[in-house]
């Protein structure tokens, strides 16, 4: 299973863009990547997957490199509900089911 | 419909005591996840149960948890003589068929408070 490293937390502003880089070195070829979303007091959320290039919904983009060894999911424009911890996963669609979350990215967004 | 739900939401306990935490899945889902999240840290993968599989215990701790899977659908997770360390979110989630590239939908919960 693919280990992750994301940094511990991050600082941002309202209106400002937000992205979030995910290191997985590791990653192998039919691993997805995926990108949970948890608010204080509640449990994660799914926010977005990817396998490669570009992917969006109306929530945020996930973007992917060419050697897929690292994401970054991007959320446009931030308000205060967006401070969240933000987890990124990777696994397959046969293979470990043992996900490994770690502890994430804690975003806090200011006003 | 009806997401994951899990009870009690609180628990305050004596150390010592045994307490059961339940989590009712997703109808229709054959995968069930318990995790464990300690104040401030990541969710800790505690066991998995995947339709009439042998549930994956790799994650429990210790000999004092154990989980059960009824009917595969609701699931008991029990911790006996608990500890002051066992004080931590109790999370449960549930996926169709319980693929890492399928969406988990999570409960709310259950917070443990051994005294």
């Known amino acids: 299973l693919a280990k992750t490293t994301q940094p511990i937390s991050m600082d941002s502003y309202e209106g400002q863009e937000v992205n979030i880089t995910c290191s997985h070195n590791?990653?192998?070829?039919?691993?997805?990547i995926t990108w949970y979303q948890q608010f204080p007091s509640q449990g994660p959320r799914f926010i977005i997957q990817?396998?490669?290039t570009k992917v969006t919904n109306e929530v945020a983009s996930l973007f992917i490199p060419a050697d897929r060894k690292s994401s970054t999911l991007s959320l446009p424009r931030v308000s205060l509900s967006d401070t969240a911890v933000y987890y990124c996963?990777?696994?397959?669609?046969?293979?470990?089911?043992?996900?490994?979350f770690g502890r994430g990215t804690s975003l806090i967004v200011h006003p | 419909g009806a997401g994951v739900s899990q009870s009690p939401s609180n628990k305050v306990t004596e150390k010592g005591k045994d307490v059961e935490l339940r989590c009712d899945p997703i109808?229709?889902?054959?995968?069930l996840y318990w995790y464990r999240q300690s104040l401030g840290q990541g969710l800790e993968f505690l066991i998995y149960?995947?339709?009439?599989?042998?549930?994956?215990k790799s994650g429990l701790p210790s000999d004092r948890f154990s989980a059960e899977r009824t009917g595969g659908s609701v699931s008991t997770l029990t911790i006996q003589r608990t500890q002051q360390e066992d004080s931590a979110v109790y999370l449960c989630?549930?996926?169709?068929?319980?693929?890492?590239?399928?969406?988990?939908?999570f409960g709310p919960g259950t917070r443990l408070l051994v005294l």
């Open positions: 989630a549930s996926s169709l068929q319980g693929t890492l590239q399928e969406t988990q939908y």
């Open positions: 990817g396998y490669k």
């Open positions: 109808s229709g889902h054959t995968a």
């Open positions: 996963l990777v696994g397959d669609s046969g293979g470990s089911y043992i996900p490994t």
């Open positions: 590791n990653i192998a070829t039919n691993d997805y």
């Open positions: 149960f995947q339709g009439n599989s042998a549930p994956d």
